[in-house]
């Protein structure tokens, strides 16, 4: 068997910087993607990259500060020792992104222009072509990959769908302590239909988050929740799936998103009577944490109203052109749906975001399979906690891609195969918990019924996420969910059908762990039960998922 050093799934900025990384070091590294190198979430990035610089501290800012934001917006249920290592390691990768080419937009004075966005105590938000960083980065990312593969140095492997994770028998694997299974490649699906196996010392998935499984999503065609379903298949533990991060401002009709940095220069929320209702919910009113906003347009829509993004005092304060030079992407995208942000409120809604739930790693992007490790939004670093601060997920992909691969074992044959003493350490202060797999038996009243389980449409999966594991939840609502959801299933034969698959899983999970939290923290709110949870041994407690087939008694530590 043949086995290259380090496969990479995904071309997002996680994924494509894990790959430069490899090839730069000297591994022999394949980058594999669905569709093409630019087709990633990432590349639709609009806000920006958070980091402290030297210009930023010298004004007031700190790396302390950075932390303390992070943390607060994720409800202080994240991953302390992750927060810290990303915040203090950001400028270094903000310096590597340039020598890969990556230009970030100056002032006047030729220094870098730092944003401002909800939640943070600063301006410390680095972006590319005024409202296009991740198309910036992203970009600069596949021209530094393109020259490696030209030189030899990376395979890139374009239109290739993962549809499996090759695992073999850990032959390291001690009885009730270890993963029985160790990872050792990948299945991928041609565009001519056909499927090849590539093997590997080392799988990183970086393949996006799941925003697809809602009706209303700010993310691509692509983001199908991939990479944590296999994951999840092959064994892995999955954390804090409940969290979902809905972003305010989709517009509506229309469904293209408007950054939050437009809220940061000074938009306002208006309701159907022009007035600002933001200043009621929350001391920092438009700039209060995304899960915050979010569920105030959700309550205003909810009475019956409406609620529009305002920026024209904006244009007002800045002068006539300020809007378009600042935010040329999103001014030329709306006026494509006929709407003019300088001149009008634009109308508004919250759309599935970001996915703060994942595969779960330890801070060099181990999962809990030897062999198996992964970056970007379809990991659970931690990092974001209850709610992802704005503008994080560049930065996180990047940090925790790059330490995956720079902690790879030096000797892969061997520690590929290795118990999981690497890995286990993903597992720290997680309740780990089995829930019921996805579609396995029908629900009782379906059974009683004698009713088959039908196929599913992914039309009809989104209305269902749409309605009961959206902005706001009910005990009710995720039991009717998971009902629907055991009465479905999906016949794999091509890529749409692998895609439904995995978020009809992911939809099983996420509602299963949403039921489960009966307590209201960050981007998860039950109506039902909005009161905070109480902290377990000092920490705010989360949860892990792993399939009824995974060995528990894998080296815990957990809060319990």
């Known amino acids: 068997m043949n086995a290259t050093d380090l496969v990479v799934v995904g071309s997002g900025v996680a994924g494509l910087y894990a790959a430069l990384t490899a090839a730069v070091r000297g591994l022999d590294a394949t980058l594999v993607t669905k569709d093409a190198l630019a087709d990633s ?7 920006g990259l958070s980091a402290v610089g030297p210009a930023g501290a010298a004004a007031g800012d700190s790396i302390a500060s950075h932390i303390a934001d992070t943390l607060t917006a994720g409800a202080h249920m994240n991953d302390a020792n992750a927060v810290a290592i990303m915040c203090s390691t950001a400028w270094g990768h903000v310096t590597r992104l340039i020598e890969a080419g990556a ?9 870098f222009a730092l944003g401002l966005e909800a939640a943070h105590a600063h301006p410390r938000i680095l972006h590319a072509g005024g409202d296009a960083t991740g198309k910036g980065l992203a970009g600069a990312l596949i021209a530094a990959c393109r020259v490696q593969q030209a030189a030899g140095r990376l395979v890139i492997r374009e239109h290739a769908f993962v549809t499996e994770l090759l695992t073999e028998a850990n032959p390291l694997a001690r009885a009730q302590r270890d993963p029985a299974a160790v990872v050792t490649g990948v299945r991928v699906l041609g565009p001519d239909g056909q499927h090849e196996d590539l093997f590997a010392k080392a799988v990183l998935l970086a393949t996006g988050g799941a925003g697809q499984l809602f009706a209303a999503t700010t993310n691509p065609l692509g983001s199908t929740g991939d990479g944590a379903a296999l994951a999840y298949r092959a064994g892995a533990a999955l954390a804090d799936v409940e969290f979902i991060q809905f972003h305010p401002t989709l517009v509506s009709p229309g469904g293209f998103m408007v950054s939050e940095a437009v809220r940061g220069e000074g938009a306002v929320l208006i309701d159907g009577h022009g007035e600002r209702f933001m200043t009621r919910v929350h001391p920092d009113a438009e700039l209060a944490p995304r899960d915050v906003v979010a569920r105030a347009i959700h309550a205003v829509r909810a009475n019956g109203g409406t609620v529009h993004l305002d920026a024209r005092g904006v244009e007002a304060t800045h002068g006539p052109g300020f809007l378009a030079r600042r935010f040329p992407s999103i001014t030329a995208e ?3 749906l006929g709407w003019d942000l300088a001149a009008e409120p634009v109308p508004v809604t919250p759309a599935a975001h970001y996915w703060m739930g994942g595969i779960l790693t330890n801070d060099t992007g181990a999962t809990t399979l030897p062999g198996l490790y992964a970056a970007g939004e379809a990991a659970c670093t931690g990092v974001h906690g209850a709610n992802r601060l704005a503008s994080n997920s560049l930065l996180e992909g990047l940090v925790f891609a790059w330490r995956t691969v720079a902690n790879l ?3 892969p044959p061997g520690a590929a195969v290795a118990s999981s003493a690497d890995t286990s350490s993903a597992l720290m202060n997680v309740i780990v918990t089995q829930p019921a797999a996805a579609g396995d038996a029908d629900d009782a009243d379906s059974r009683a019924r004698g009713e088959a389980r039908r196929e599913m449409e992914l039309s009809a999966l989104q209305a269902l996420a749409q309605a009961h594991l959206g902005v706001e939840r009910t005990a009710d609502g995720l039991r009717t969910a998971l009902a629907q959801l055991a009465r479905w299933r999906v016949t794999t034969h091509d890529r749409a059908s692998h895609e439904r698959a995995n978020l009809l899983d992911l939809a099983t999970l996420i509602a299963t762990a949403a039921l489960n939290r009966e307590n209201s923290l960050g981007a998860h709110y039950r109506s039902d039960a909005p009161e905070a949870p109480q902290p ?17 008694n894998l080296r815990i530590s957990s809060l319990v």
């Open 334 to 336: 709306l006026a494509k």
């Open 536 to 552: 377990l041994n000092g920490h705010l407690p989360r949860y892990a998922q792993v399939p009824a087939t995974t060995n528990l």
């Open 103 to 111: 230009h970030f937009d100056t002032d006047a004075s030729g220094a």
């Open 41 to 47: 979430n990432s590349w639709y990035a609009q806000g």
């Open 409 to 411: 074992p030096a000797n």
